[in-house]
């Protein structure tokens, strides 16, 4: 139940629970306004629910990350829903890119007649370049980024992506990335220098099976002849101390690796009961939430 009306419950909270504010907009724009502007209320009562769950020891910490929506939402284009909704969509859109050989437009087609799987492709997108950006200190090192994404999007905007990238390899820097994730989720503590040359190595090892396994006009993007040290040797790793940053890491880790459905998240009886609960009390006949300043005083 609660997979199936997940995208109407913020709606709902919104209609119900938060007061609108100045005159009544019209219809259109007030179903816009319930449907967009109050997911971040929202957000903050859910994953304040879900974190009681845990507390409360309901839930493990893998089923909290599966349910909780993202702080950091509002960092990509699309809507970050929480894990559990997008869980195996990744895996699943690899297996797509990997059967498609011939036309762009199939491809699309296919990641497009789900749009939590649409979701999850753009989110991991823009999620992966922001983490690579954040951890480039040096301006060629962005430039390397720069040139696989320009020729990448460049490829999609022609429709050449399938003809241009062999996407069947794309498992494969799948799995770089996740280990590249779990390095970087690694303690501040444990980020010695043993640590740090294993992330410039893996990330020299990701750029290559980029350049060279899956782009098939890729082979001079690594090279520059102004270059004055190794491709990585410098990363800016302040990052790793930002909360909000690691949250993004473990998510993006969840999309990718996540491969069964989480269907049955949570397990516990109980904390399924209260999630249940929580979401039906939204959709009940209640009046809608005045203005504090309209309410009547308690005295």
Request: glycine letters at 2%; hydrophobic letters at 40%; one cysteine or more.
């Amino acid at each position: 139940m609660l997979r199936s009306r997940f995208e109407a419950i913020p709606t709902a909270f919104g209609k119900h629970l938060v007061p609108r504010h100045g005159s009544q907009p019209k219809r259109r724009e007030r179903e816009k306004e319930d449907k967009n502007l109050h997911i971040d209320k929202f957000s903050d009562i859910w994953n304040a629910f879900i974190i009681s769950l845990r507390d409360e020891d309901l839930i493990n910490n893998r089923e909290r990350d599966l349910l909780i929506v993202p702080s950091s939402a509002g960092d990509t284009s699309v809507f970050q829903w929480p894990p559990f909704l997008l869980a195996s969509k990744i895996p699943i859109a690899l297996d797509m890119a990997k059967s498609v050989k011939k036309r762009d437009e199939e491809l699309r087609k296919r990641i497009n007649q789900d749009p939590y799987t649409f979701y999850a492709v753009i989110e991991c997108y823009e999620t992966l370049l922001n983490i690579l950006y954040s951890l480039m200190a040096e301006t060629s090192d962005k430039k390397v980024v720069d040139r696989i994404r320009e020729s990448l999007e460049d490829s999609i905007e022609r429709q050449s992506l399938v003809r241009e990238f062999r996407l069947d390899e794309l498992p494969q820097l799948s799995a770089k990335f996740d280990k590249l994730l779990t390095l970087l989720l690694k303690t501040e503590e444990e980020h010695d220098t043993t640590i740090k040359t294993q992330i410039a190595n893996l990330l020299q090892d990701t750029m290559e099976i980029i350049t060279q396994d899956i782009m098939k006009n890729g082979q001079g993007i690594l090279k520059d002849e102004n270059r004055d040290n190794q491709l990585f040797a410098n990363l800016n790793l302040d990052s790793i101390k930002d909360e909000a940053w690691r949250e993004k890491c473990v998510r993006l880790q969840l999309l990718l690796t996540t491969k069964e459905s989480a269907i049955y998240v949570p397990t516990n009886l109980e904390a399924r009961r209260r999630i249940t609960f929580f979401a039906n009390s939204l959709f009940m006949k209640m009046p809608r939430a005045p203005q504090v300043r309209s309410m009547m005083s308690f005295r």
